[in-house]
């Protein structure tokens, strides 16, 4: 998209805002939920989901108050200035097929990004979008299941894009970045989440008919990380080696500092060599 001197600071995600040219047929073509202001997103669309809301109902704010990531970390979320949104999926495949979600969701924001931002952007494993080494996007899927289903699965996204420096607080201005800080200008915040939401069909199309290998290998050409070093935690352990890439199944590989190979099921990179 060629650069514009529009500027897109009081642009609201209005629900017929982001209808305007979404060319998707399910996702965001149900109920959109906007708020100015919500303790978080992700709650209140499982209000929803529990309630019998569609597959597809999106839930979108201004600013929350409660909004968070991983491990129950705060998601900063100054009005106005990001994208904080919940999607309502009803997938009805297994709970272990469903995992894969979050790798569509980091997938569909990266290439959303990429629309309108072309330097260095990767994929950290499993949830977060990286510029220079920051953080600019991250995702919170849940699953709620009574069965070998999921119920439904809530999938959680906040993006730094209007955020100006000045709005994060000094202790993270070395770890988190936006659109805005990276470019020097102001974009479209309803452009992104309509791009977004397009990828995500396409992508979550492909998961429901069981056709995952594309996603796997688009993951792998976006996360800028295979061959590099890093470090995993894993709660009450960790490991140090290189990404050798991740399985079909959507688990990174890891091939130790012994030679082993790890398959990481659950765990986060917390440093890039």
Sequence with gaps: MRASNRSFDGELLLPDTIRKGLATKILGRKEI???????????????????????????????QTSGRGRHGRKWLSPAGEGIYLSLIL???????ESQKITLISAVAAA???????????????????LINKKKLAGILTTMISSGKTPDYVIMGMGMNVNTREESMPLEIRDIATSLRIETGRAWSRSLIVREFLVFFEYYYDLLLKGES???????????????????????????????????????LLLRDDEGLVQRIVSGEIVKIY
């Design 111 to 129: 290439l959303a990004v990429k629309k309108i931002y072309h330097g260095g952007l990767i994929i950290k494993w499993p949830n977060d979008i």
């Design 33 to 63: 939920y906007h708020y100015t202001d919500i303790d978080s997103t992700n709650d209140r669309a499982d209000t929803l989901a529990a309630g019998g809301a569609p597959e597809g109902t999106l839930v979108i704010a201004e600013s």
């Design 213 to 251: 290998a594309l996603l796997i290998d688009t993951w792998k050409d976006l996360s800028g990380l295979m061959g590099r070093r890093v470090t995993v935690d894993l709660m009450e352990s960790g490991y140090n080696g290189t990404i050798i890439g991740i399985d079909r199944e959507g688990f």
């Design 90 to 96: 009803r997938p009805g495949i297994s709970m272990h």
